[in-house]
């Protein structure tokens, strides 16, 4: 079913510049709010953002402040001009904001995996006239997106957009959530006009990853950016490691790149999103190999073996071979390649038998 959009009207900006939505995690106290949104608005941000409302996995972490913040959200929209967004995730946190006037709405990935909770949103929207940012599903589920996408806009909200912040694994890597780049780039396929909002911030869930998840973002043409920053990030309630200040969050937007994307480049641009997944999971796959070469390396320490059993590595190196022909490749690369790994995989086992 094809999406009934209009232009997300967010704030006029020039192009050297994606929009950019910015501000804390969550809305901790007024001073922190109006501190954090000040330096901001100085910098030239428009649009700001807090949690009001946090969906925590574990009971007794910081839940948001509730209802009490949303005053100190209208103080950012009557003293320094901004517009301002909220998570909302019920029923109850849609009305409240409704109320109090917030400008703009985002449903946290947490939510958008719930079916019922989004139609209870979509419910609550009936008839109101509001942009509506949808966050991806915790989960890889392109459909369930897009589901999610379509009861909000089947409510009548056509200002709608969305935002990439990565999907959840059971093993923590390099990445918070994994970007696994292709969902978005098939969502735009799928619904073209959709404006995206990459969130660097939840997908690295670190402060050093912000700005080269930003670019990427941009080389894929991404409309937006939506980024967490606080007046001192190190002593945030939630998301401490992945905030920044404002003056880093502008020397990070300086630095970006935005380039005119043309069809091609938009292709090219897709293609290396997919050769850089596929080296990070490369990586990660090295990474498991030599966790399970240190298991071996302590076996061997236990019963007394030797490291290297060259009839097993003459082995390895033989299949891996005839297995990489099947595959188009050389047989002398993939020797190459597996020589390496064993090298590094014996390193290893030494360490291990050392210690
Ligand atoms: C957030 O934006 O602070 C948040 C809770 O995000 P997500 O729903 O992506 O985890
Ligand atoms: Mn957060």
Same mark, same amino acid.
Request: hydrophobic share 40%; net charge negative; proline share 5%.
């Given at each position: 079913?094809?999406?009934?959009?209009?232009?997300?009207?967010?704030?006029?900006?020039?192009?050297?510049?994606?929009?950019?939505?910015?501000? *804390?995690? #969550?809305?901790?106290?007024?001073? @922190? =709010?109006?501190?954090?949104?000040?330096?901001?608005?100085?910098?030239?941000?428009?649009?700001?953002?807090?949690?009001?409302?946090?969906?925590?996995?574990?009971?007794?972490?910081?839940?948001?402040?509730?209802?009490?913040?949303?005053?100190?959200?209208?103080?950012?929209?009557?003293?320094?001009?901004?517009?301002? &967004?909220?998570?909302?995730?019920?029923?109850?946190?849609?009305?409240? &904001?409704?109320?109090?006037?917030?400008?703009?709405?985002?449903?946290?990935?947490?939510?958008?995996?719930?079916? /019922?909770?989004?139609?209870?949103?979509?419910?609550?929207?009936?008839?109101?006239?509001?942009?509506?940012?949808?966050?991806? *599903?915790?989960? *890889?589920?392109?459909?369930?997106?897009?589901?999610?996408?379509?009861?909000?806009?089947?409510?009548?909200?056509?200002?709608?957009?969305?935002?990439?912040?990565?999907? %959840?694994?059971?093993?923590?890597?390099? +990445?918070?959530?994994?970007?696994?780049?292709? $969902?978005?780039?098939?969502?735009?396929?799928?619904?073209?006009?959709?404006? $995206?909002?990459?969130?660097?911030?939840?997908?690295?869930?670190?402060?050093?990853?912000?700005? *080269?998840?930003? @670019?990427?973002?941009?080389?894929?043409?991404?409309?937006?950016?939506? =980024?967490?920053?606080?007046?001192?990030?190190?002593?945030?309630? %939630?998301?401490? #490691?992945?905030?920044?200040?404002?003056?880093?969050?502008?020397?990070?937007?300086?630095?970006?790149?935005?380039?005119?994307?043309?069809?091609?480049?938009?292709?090219?641009?897709?293609?290396?999103?997919?050769?850089?997944? $596929?080296?990070? %999971?490369?990586?990660?796959?090295?990474?498991?190999?030599?966790?399970?070469?240190?298991?071996?390396?302590? +076996?061997?320490? @236990?019963?007394?073996?030797?490291?290297?059993?060259? #009839?097993? +590595?003459?082995?390895?190196?033989?299949?891996?071979?005839?297995?990489? =022909?099947?595959?188009?490749?050389?047989?002398?690369?993939?020797?190459?390649? /597996?020589? %390496?790994?064993?090298?590094?995989?014996?390193? @290893?086992? $030494?360490?291990?038998?050392?210690?």
């Amino acid at each position: 079913m094809a999406l009934n959009l209009t232009p997300l009207n967010l704030t006029d900006h020039d192009d050297k510049r994606p929009v950019v939505i910015a501000g *804390p995690c #969550s809305a901790e106290t007024e001073e @922190q =709010v109006m501190n954090t949104a000040t330096q901001l608005s100085k910098k030239g941000i428009k649009l700001f953002r807090a949690g009001i409302w946090k969906p925590r996995t574990k009971p007794g972490g910081f839940e948001g402040v509730g209802e009490e913040g949303l005053p100190w959200l209208n103080r950012v929209q009557k003293e320094l001009g901004m517009k301002v &967004c909220t998570e909302v995730a019920t029923h109850a946190h849609v009305e409240a &904001c409704l109320k109090a006037g917030v400008d703009l709405l985002w449903i946290g990935a947490r939510t958008v995996a719930n079916p /019922f909770a989004m139609q209870e949103i979509a419910d609550t929207l009936k008839g109101v006239d509001i942009p509506v940012l949808v966050k991806n *599903p915790v989960n *890889p589920d392109l459909e369930l997106w897009i589901g999610g996408l379509e009861r909000i806009n089947q409510a009548g909200i056509t200002r709608l957009g969305v935002i990439h912040r990565g999907f %959840s694994t059971y093993e923590k890597k390099l +990445y918070r959530n994994l970007p696994m780049w292709h $969902i978005p780039i098939e969502l735009r396929r799928r619904c073209p006009g959709l404006p $995206i909002f990459g969130d660097p911030s939840h997908i690295g869930g670190k402060r050093e990853l912000i700005a *080269p998840l930003a @670019q990427q973002a941009m080389d894929l043409g991404f409309e937006g950016l939506i =980024v967490e920053s606080h007046c001192n990030p190190d002593a945030a309630w %939630s998301d401490a #490691s992945q905030q920044v200040t404002p003056d880093v969050l502008d020397f990070i937007l300086d630095k970006l790149v935005i380039r005119k994307i043309t069809e091609t480049t938009e292709s090219l641009n897709a293609l290396r999103g997919q050769i850089d997944e $596929i080296d990070n %999971s490369l990586i990660e796959l090295l990474a498991k190999r030599m966790r399970i070469s240190r298991e071996i390396g302590e +076996y061997k320490r @236990q019963h007394d073996m030797t490291v290297v059993q060259t #009839s097993r +590595y003459t082995e390895i190196l033989d299949k891996r071979g005839a297995q990489g =022909v099947l595959c188009g490749m050389s047989s002398d690369f993939i020797k190459d390649v /597996f020589e %390496s790994i064993h090298e590094e995989s014996v390193r @290893q086992q $030494i360490d291990v038998m050392n210690k």
